[in-house]
């Protein structure tokens, strides 16, 4: 196989606050959204009080992404560890943490990528104003963007905004739509999206005038959609729904406005946000100067009709929705799954980098990728997650390929450094190259443990990109 990566391609790996760091009211941290629904299941799973403890960890957990070789690390700050209540007084103490671990990252030679805000909303901030779905919310994540860009833009020059607002959106328990009545649900659903819209800008707006060579842009769940069939309806339904799950969204971000269909859809069915006449010139100005892709998967669709009991755009379901007068999802015979149901599709992998590029050419960095599945530590007290490595390998070379296709792909960071608290299933679902010995209702002595896919994408990284 010919090595199309380049000499400065970013090797590294994945993790979120929530996920990773515990410690979740220490130093003055405030709660956030993912803490409050996080415990809701602390009788069924871990919760973010200790998670994979990187707060208490760090110092081991960066010298193993050293020994790793890492290039970079993707991670992200927790708005309510740097501001507790979202829009107040700032919280010096945490400041000093994450100053820390970027000073520790660029000793080793790992450079921060950092993500303002990975699903982790302070949730002074939904008891105050309903979170985004209020103008407040905008302005509150501009200040918090603003005070990182002055604490660590002398040393951090790789940003990014939200993780996957194209994904959050349709969860209602991280967009915290609770209080809701259910008639009302997709009006705000639209609101809160127009208004992350508009706080990515303003943010990525400002990182361009505080930050001299700083680069940001936003990550987005990618999604890649087959037709069920070659019926033109259903080719139809498969682009309508990475359009309604994802394009949009690029739209948004690359172009500065909703696509025709969007707006069509948001009119129709009367959901479209209040805007006010400034937002325009800040949306527009706000072009990213990369755009992340997570990738984990390929679903396919086919057409559905509206019918007597289903009106043009009603929905079915949360995170995959089906939507009336567009398509529906089905499941693809032609691939295995996870024990999850992701289906797993490095050629989907390659689709999507192509298409990224062509649409809208930016570069791009793969910022989360990878397989969640149940890891078992043997009677040698080690891990030979063979099934990992054989996945990610399919993946690198689809990269490999995309890169021979033309695509600008400057990056690659697997999900996830180590392991971490799943958003689903707790410990029980595992993702990382560091196994963390620890279980749901035990966290032990958190011992970390380097897994055979450890020393497999050590080599990977040595070689740059084979082995
Ligand atoms: C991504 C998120 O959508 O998927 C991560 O950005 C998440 O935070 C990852 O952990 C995997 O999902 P899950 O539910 O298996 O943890």
Request: hydrophobic share 35%.
């Amino acid at each position: 196989m010919k090595n199309n990566f380049k000499e400065d391609f970013l090797w590294g790996a994945s993790s979120s606050a929530f996920q990773i760091e515990g410690a979740w009211d220490e130093d003055g941290k405030g709660m956030t959204v993912a803490d409050f629904n996080s415990f809701k299941k602390s009788d069924v799973q871990a919760d973010t009080k200790v998670a994979s403890d990187f707060y208490h960890h760090f110092k081991e957990d960066i010298s193993l992404m050293k020994e790793l070789g890492m290039k970079t690390y993707r991670f992200s700050i927790s708005w309510a560890r740097i501001i507790p209540d979202g829009d107040g007084k700032v919280n010096q103490k945490g400041i000093d943490f994450y100053n820390k671990v970027i000073d520790l990252l660029l000793e080793n030679d790992i450079l921060p990528f950092i993500t303002l805000y990975h699903f982790d909303l302070p949730f002074t901030l939904v008891e105050k104003y309903n979170g985004w779905e209020s103008r407040d919310c905008v302005d509150a994540f501009e200040r918090y963007a603003k005070v990182c860009f002055e604490a660590y833009g002398d040393r951090v020059k790789n940003w990014q905004t939200i993780n996957e607002q194209n994904l959050m959106i349709r969860v209602n328990e991280r967009m915290n739509i609770y209080n809701v009545p259910s008639e009302n649900i997709e009006k705000v659903r639209a609101q809160m999206d127009y208004h992350m819209f508009v706080a990515h800008a303003r943010a990525t707006n400002a990182c361009r005038e505080m930050i001299p060579g700083g680069k940001i842009g936003p990550a987005v769940s990618s999604t890649m959609t087959y037709p069920s069939s070659n019926r033109p309806e259903d080719v139809w339904a498969a682009q309508m729904n990475d359009n309604f799950k994802t394009n949009y969204a690029l739209e948004m971000y690359c172009f500065g406005e909703y696509p025709g269909y969007y707006k069509e859809y948001l009119t129709k069915c009367d959901l479209y946000p209040i805007t006010k006449p400034e937002d325009e010139e800040v949306l527009k100005a706000a072009k990213p100067d990369f755009i992340a892709v997570n990738y984990y998967r390929t679903l396919v669709a086919s057409y559905l009709p509206t019918n007597d009991s289903h009106s043009f755009g009603t929905k079915l379901k949360d995170i995959d929705f089906d939507l009336y007068g567009y398509f529906q999802i089905e499941k693809n015979p032609n691939l295995k799954a996870t024990e999850y149901g992701a289906q797993i599709d490095p050629m989907g992998l390659r689709l999507v980098l192509n298409n990224y590029y062509e649409k809208y050419r930016y570069p791009l960095i793969i910022t989360e990728n990878g397989l969640g599945t149940a890891d078992n530590l043997t009677d040698d007290g080690l891990i030979h997650d063979d099934y990992r490595i054989n996945y990610l390998k399919d993946h690198i070379a689809a990269c490999n390929d995309a890169i021979a296709d033309g695509v600008e792909l400057f990056g690659y960071c697997p999900w996830s450094v180590m392991d971490l608290l799943s958003s689903h299933q707790g410990f029980k679902k595992r993702y990382g190259f560091i196994y963390v010995d620890r279980v749901d209702h035990d966290v032990k002595e958190l011992r970390r443990i380097k897994k055979d896919s450890f020393y497999w994408y050590k080599d990977v990284i040595k070689n740059n990109g084979l082995n």
